[in-house]
């Protein structure tokens, strides 16, 4: 009969708790592993996006641009975002894909400076 309380009052604690946690949790993408992404051929010209207004001061987020990305089929746009700086004076510096002589192209990854 104990345990069932003390069963109880844990989750009732944790259900508790769930919203006060959930507010302290900034969405943000994990960094994308360093694996090289190859197209046998080139990237179609980038989207125009419409960039919607800042969730927040420009100072703690800044619009990280849509781009293609190789799926090993084809190419699919990968849309536009806004993103937390991982320091005010941060900025983003896009990915681009740069072409090799062998005819293929390669992604070489966004970052942060």
């Known amino acids: 009969m104990h345990f069932r309380f003390v069963?109880?009052?844990i989750l009732c604690a944790a259900i508790a708790a769930a919203?006060?946690?959930s507010g302290c949790v900034v969405e943000q993408r994990p960094p994308v592993a360093?694996?090289?992404v190859i197209a046998p051929r080139q990237p179609p010209a980038p989207r125009v996006e419409v960039?919607?207004?800042?969730p927040r001061p420009l100072d703690i987020v800044e619009w990280r641009p849509?781009?293609?990305?190789w799926d090993g089929r084809e190419f699919v746009w990968v849309p536009?975002?806004?993103v937390e700086?991982?320091?005010r004076e941060a900025h983003w510096v896009p990915g681009h894909w740069n072409e090799r002589p062998n005819g293929t192209w390669v992604?070489?990854?966004?970052h942060w400076r």
Request: avoid cysteine; charged fraction near 20%.
């Open 51 to 54: 960039i919607p207004p800042a």
């Open 7 to 9: 069963r109880a009052g």
């Open 34 to 36: 360093a694996v090289e």
């Open 19 to 21: 919203p006060l946690l």
């Open 66 to 69: 849509g781009r293609w990305h």
């Open 80 to 82: 536009g975002e806004w």
């Open 107 to 110: 992604w070489v990854q966004g």
């Open 85 to 87: 700086k991982p320091r």
